[in-house]
């Protein structure tokens, strides 16, 4: 490949004087100032200053001249190149300065325009009403208790009074472990959590229980076969259904706002007396009852929407726990959390909240906070 100054004479090439030095420094000069980049100025300092550059040519052949003539020739050569290097210099600190300032200005970030986040996770909508929901009793003094899902027989159904022969045992409710024989299952209900409470902490006991239970129901729009439920247990010397009332008004106030409740008798086997807790609908107050040109979707024109179930606790129940029943009562509650945010939200359909779409919780999180 033949090099940028092959062109130069032979006669410039073998007798360095100082118009021919000249020269070749203007040319180098020249080629150094139109470099408008620092790899073209690279470019420029090889052809001009490399070791196959006219000067470098040149200074190689100073060994050919006569004696007296070679410190000349090197003084001017070495002078020449001298120069040659300052401009390479100067001209590299004027282009790293203009591509540094150029970088700058196209790379320049504007801090206050809007920007577009990654988008984020959310809580789950029942998640989100379950923190709620436990931070209302964590301000009234009561404690937060959880336990297995995996659980035995003996905490889900004996200790609470359930019989042998209850339907709640059978395989169409409950969704026992192979071999059934051995008396595990998924815990139907967050009942068994108070048990655990009653037998491993010391009385007065008030506790709240969260967590996720299993039931052999359908999976369609208004039951899933597993669910979330909150429990309250409180135990201590004095307690009364009227504790209970105020209790539960407080905590409707808390989450639907300025509602009433009401209880209609029921049965529970851990309860006794025992009711179903109805929540005055927070949505038309009861205005849509009777009232065809305004029904209400949420408590379909009812004006109360079945909330859960409460009672006394069962002194059965005391007892299997090792707690004198003449000494301690207590009243126990548990509501389905899944069903209270439907209500909250109208949400339509229960399946919605497993399918794992971050869309419906960040529509739903307002709603359920």
């Given at each position: 490949m033949s090099g940028p100054h092959e062109s130069v004479d032979s006669q410039r090439s073998t007798?360095?004087?100082?118009?021919?030095?000249?020269?070749?420094?203007?040319?180098?000069?020249?080629?150094?100032?139109?470099?408008?980049?620092?790899?073209?100025?690279?470019?420029?300092?090889?052809?001009?200053?490399?070791?196959?550059?006219?000067?470098?040519?040149?200074?190689?052949?100073?060994?050919?001249?006569?004696?007296?003539?070679?410190?000349?020739?090197?003084?001017?050569?070495?002078?020449?190149?001298?120069?040659?290097?300052?401009?390479?210099?100067?001209?590299?600190?004027?282009?790293?300065?203009?591509?540094?300032?150029?970088?700058?200005?196209?790379?320049?970030?504007?801090?206050?325009?809007?920007?577009h986040l990654t988008p984020q996770g959310a809580l789950h909508p029942i998640t989100a009403l379950i923190d709620d929901m436990c931070d209302v009793f964590v301000a009234m003094g009561w404690e937060v208790a959880e336990g297995p899902e995996l659980e035995a027989e003996w905490y889900n159904f004996d200790a609470l009074n359930i019989g042998p022969d209850h339907p709640s045992r059978a395989l169409q409710d409950t969704l026992w472990i192979d071999p059934p024989s051995d008396g595990k299952l998924l815990r139907t209900q967050t009942s068994p959590v108070q048990i655990r409470a009653l037998l491993e902490r010391d009385l007065p006991l008030y506790v709240v229980s969260p967590g996720k239970v299993f039931r052999a129901d359908e999976y369609d729009a208004t039951h899933l076969p597993?669910?979330?439920?909150?429990?309250?247990?409180?135990?201590?010397?004095?307690?009364?259904?009227?504790?209970?009332?105020?209790?539960?008004?407080?905590?409707?106030?808390?989450?639907?706002?300025?509602?009433?409740?009401?209880?209609?008798?029921?049965?529970?086997?851990?309860?006794?007396?025992?009711?179903?807790?109805?929540?005055e609908c927070f949505v038309c107050h009861g205005e849509s009852v009777g009232n065809p040109d305004a029904p209400c979707r949420t408590c379909r024109s009812e004006g109360w929407i079945e909330w859960g179930g409460c009672g006394v606790v069962n002194?059965?129940?005391?007892?299997?726990?090792?707690?004198?029943?003449?000494?301690?009562?207590?009243?126990?509650?548990?509501?389905?959390?899944?069903?209270?945010?439907?209500?909250?939200?109208?949400?339509?359909?229960?399946?919605?909240?497993?399918?794992?779409?971050?869309?419906?919780?960040?529509?739903?999180?307002?709603?359920?906070?």
């Open positions: 007798e360095p004087d100082s118009e021919v030095v000249n020269g070749y420094l203007h040319e180098a000069i020249a080629a150094i100032a139109a470099a408008t980049t620092t790899a073209e100025l690279k470019q420029a300092r090889l052809d001009h200053a490399g070791d196959r550059s006219p000067l470098a040519l040149a200074n190689r052949k100073i060994g050919t001249l006569p004696p007296a003539e070679r410190k000349e020739a090197g003084a001017r050569i070495g002078k020449a190149r001298g120069v040659l290097n300052q401009a390479v210099s100067a001209r590299q600190a004027e282009l790293a300065a203009l591509e540094l300032e150029t970088a700058l200005r196209d790379e320049h970030v504007d801090m206050t325009l809007p920007v597993v669910f979330h439920q909150l429990e309250g247990l409180v135990v201590d010397k004095g307690i009364s259904m009227a504790d209970l009332r105020g209790t539960l008004d407080h905590f409707a106030r808390a989450m639907f706002g300025d509602v009433r409740t009401r209880m209609r008798p029921h049965h529970f086997p851990f309860t006794e007396p025992s009711a179903e807790v109805d929540l002194p059965r129940v005391l007892q299997a726990c090792g707690i004198d029943a003449s000494l301690y009562s207590g009243f126990a509650f548990g509501m389905g959390v899944d069903r209270t945010v439907m209500f909250r939200n109208n949400a339509p359909d229960l399946r919605d909240f497993v399918e794992g779409d971050i869309r419906f919780s960040r529509s739903l999180l307002g709603g359920a906070r």
